[in-house]
């Protein structure tokens, strides 16, 4: 069975037990309870991402420092011709996005302020989604801040990105009707075959999943969860995904940055 029919197999099995009697409504997760998805892990997976010698993410981030370093675009500038060492100028940087863009007057979570820097201070195109140096860069960089707490920015404009976030987080999408809520928030703690539910958190992306054998982002993570209900995934960098991951940062407001992350 290929994997898209192992996804569509588990949300059928998840829809059903909605449908009973005892399921639980979702109720957003309180301050005390959020967990990262790392918990839920088994031991093995666990000391993959926490031994950096084994942890396979880490050849990601290696990538990342040699593109930092290397010039490119017309301009044949680096990211380290402006920003310096990444060790100090990005330290905490990870753990504030997605942010509100002055420029372009949108949120932009951190791929798409990586290729806001391209386009306007290299003169270089921007990187595809999925793009290896897109998730070379994004875990390097992400790197930087492991360890620290997720601090989503407080402004106006991000208020209502978030807002718009969380409303698509607890709205049914699909043909089986499901609402990201109604797994992460109501059913956390359960299992759904051998699979444990994790509350859906979002501090390790870009994760090195086992089942990708490499490297991915949110949005990846997302647009499959949104195939798994039947429901048409928003293209890669939507506003929708960008709101998204917003709500996320929020919702995980507190757990440590740990990228670049494990998970089977």
Known sequence: MRWTEVVRARAVVLALALAAPAAAEPVPITPAERRSGITFAGPQTQGLQADDTANPGMLFVLDGAQLWQAPAGSAQRACADCHGAAEH???????RYPAFDAASGAALDLSG???ACRT???DAPQLASEEPGL???AAFVGFQSRGLPLAPPQDPP????RKEGRRLYETRMG????SCAECHDALWANRLGSSPITQGQAGAYPIYRLEWQG????QRRMRACMSGVRAEPFAPGAPEFIALEAYLAE???GLPVETPGVRP
């Open 89 to 95: 100028s990005m330290r905490g940087v990870a753990a």
């Open 158 to 161: 991000m208020a209502a990105v």
């Open 135 to 137: 998730l070379a860069l």
């Open 175 to 178: 043909q089986l009707r499901l």
């Open 120 to 122: 306007r201070h290299q």
């Open 113 to 115: 302020r990586i290729n």
């Open 215 to 218: 490297l991915g982002s949110l």
């Open 251 to 253: 919702r995980g407001a």
